[in-house]
């Protein structure tokens, strides 16, 4: 019986090898190639300065650790019995990247974060690190 029992529980855990070199192709792959993530943060920094790009890599890791709360706090269930909360979210996220576009495509003259603008000399060219 517990020969059994043992074998039963072994064949629930164990993962093939076909399927260990999917999960590692894809690893490496979301590794290798930058997402969305990164080519905000490198644009955000080479426009507007270390500054900007860190600010937004400290929002950009909010966002992740809100992701995992949410996750952890399985969100997935209560989702899934009531779709209408989940409808809602969507709109009311939906709404918010449209006042973000809003605000970014209006172009607010004083924002902290906007581009500078660089002295030239003859001798120093304009850098954001340099600055």
Known sequence: ?????????QAQIM??????????LVELT????????????VSRTLSQGRAAGLISLLGTAAGFGVY???TAAGLVAVFTAVPML???L????????????YR????RKGSPLSPR???RTPHVGCSRWAS
């Open 15 to 24: 993962i093939s090898t076909g399927a260990l070199l999917g999960i590692a």
């Open 30 to 41: 979301m590794v290798a190639i930058p997402g969305p993530n990164m080519f905000y943060l």
């Open 90 to 101: 969507k709109v009311t996220g939906a709404a918010y990247l449209l006042y973000l576009a």
């Open 68 to 70: 995992l709360l949410a």
């Open 1 to 9: 019986m517990w020969e059994r029992l043992r074998t039963c529980w």
């Open 86 to 88: 989940y409808t809602a």
């Open 117 to 119: 603008n660089c002295r």
């Open 104 to 107: 970014a495509l209006r172009g």
